[in-house]
């Protein structure tokens, strides 16, 4: 007689989930933004609105791809950390008034297409993650020492 065995449908299906922090609202969001390849709309939504441009409120559709760039990120260092935002979209206004202040904000910013993110993880030290987001080849990579925090987007592939 064979061995039976049972398979936990549950367990095989490949869900994928954020914790994020906005260093500036303080807001926090939890979030399971895909399921079985499949992206849910409604947690979609949620991450729109949550990194949206904070000083204006306006809102775009954060890429795909960013998210998963994330995800697979913050697995490649084998983190459960919480994701700190520090810039997420940004619309033109938001952007230009950076620039103006000369904080090396570029006009053509991935921010501008919710295609980038400022970002740390809690539990990984910030060059670690600028080597493992280079590593990914995945897009942009900007790594900020003195603040503490890496730029990735889904851009052409890149580093600064």
């Not at 064979?2 to 807001?27: I, K, N, P």
Request: net charge negative; hydrophobic share 35%; glycine share 8%.
């Amino acid at each position: 007689m064979g061995l039976l065995f049972f398979f936990d449908q549950a367990t095989s299906v490949d869900e994928r989930q954020l914790s994020f922090y906005h260093t500036h609202t303080g807001r926090s969001l939890d979030v399971t933004y895909a399921v079985g390849g499949e992206f849910d709309e409604e947690a979609l939504a949620e991450i729109n609105s949550f990194l949206a441009d904070f000083r204006t409120g306006d809102e775009i559709e954060i890429d795909t791809n960013l998210l998963d760039f994330m995800y697979d990120l913050r697995a490649s260092l084998g983190s459960t950390g919480t994701i700190e935002i520090i810039s997420a979209y940004r619309s033109s206004k938001t952007n230009e008034m950076l620039r103006s202040r000369g904080t090396g904000v570029v006009s053509n910013s991935q921010h501008l297409l919710g295609k980038a993110i400022d970002m740390r993880l809690r539990d990984v030290k910030t060059s670690d993650l600028r080597d493992a987001a280079l590593a990914l080849q995945r897009g942009g990579v900007g790594y900020y020492e003195q603040s503490d925090f890496v730029h990735i987007d889904t851009g052409r592939v890149r580093r600064w």
